[in-house]
């Protein structure tokens, strides 16, 4: 799988496109349905600003520096908070959304732990490793614990959903994990971050499931 400057402004011109419309989907049919329906353009502004690294790889230019430190705060601190966060909005079940209330606490301090680590670092490196890039923050690995979170986080409230397309999402989340842990360790956030922004287009028809379930609750004669 190869990934360039090219790449990243298309996938990020495509989810930009997709996750307009999947906000106005939302905030038209299910306005708890938001938190999920921004995913795509969050990955829309992490690919665009993965395309300026590329470009800084063969044209740096001052303060390029400052677009590797964005992209790896967007990875290491929205992500953990987001997802929880989104679930707890779109969670109908009293129960299940303290649980999501609770994981995205989990996430912010997690989110201040890494911020805290990306403060004190000694610069960002980035270099390419197997045609993707990998990233290497000059601060000490966090603990393995601290890894294990992050991906609890990040797809528990997602495979966990009772909506079809989120689980899958959550499922597509996962595997891709694991692939670009085994395919490219160095670069595995890089090459998770393009694939999770792709599948991220299922959250589409998340909502389009949703919405068609408040159809069917408010017209049960409908079934």
């Known amino acids: 799988m190869c990934y360039s400057l090219g790449a990243s402004i298309n996938a990020g011109c495509a989810l930009a496109v997709i996750g307009a419309a999947t906000v106005h989907r939302a905030l ?4 708890r349905m938001l938190g999920f329906a921004v995913f795509p353009l969050v990955f829309s502004v992490h690919q665009f600003v ?3 690294v590329w470009w800084s790889l063969e044209r740096p230019f001052e303060g390029d520096e400052i677009f590797r430190y964005l992209y790896t705060m967007i990875a ?3 992500w953990p908070v987001l997802t929880p966060l989104a679930a707890s909005i779109a969670e109908p079940d009293a129960r299940r959304k303290r649980i999501w209330k609770w994981m995205c606490g989990c996430g912010g301090l997690l989110a201040l732990y890494l911020g805290f680590l990306l403060a004190g670092a000694d610069g960002v490196a980035a ?3 197997g045609h993707s890039l990998a990233y290497d923050p000059g601060f000490d690995r966090p603990p393995l614990i601290a890894d294990l979170a992050y991906l609890a986080l990040t797809v ?3 495979v966990s959903s009772d909506n079809r397309a989120l689980r899958l999402f959550g499922a597509m989340v996962f595997v891709t994990f694991v692939y670009s842990l085994l395919h490219n360790r160095a670069a ?3 090459l998770w971050c393009m694939s999770a922004a792709m599948f991220s287009l299922i959250v589409s028809f998340g909502i389009r499931e949703r919405a068609r379930s408040r159809v069917d609750e408010m017209n049960p004669s409908m079934r």
């Open 28 to 31: 038209r049919h299910d306005r």
């Open 50 to 52: 993965e395309g300026v």
């Open 76 to 78: 290491f601190l929205v």
């Open 127 to 129: 270099s390419v490793v």
């Open 156 to 158: 528990v409230p997602l």
């Open 188 to 190: 595995w956030y890089s």
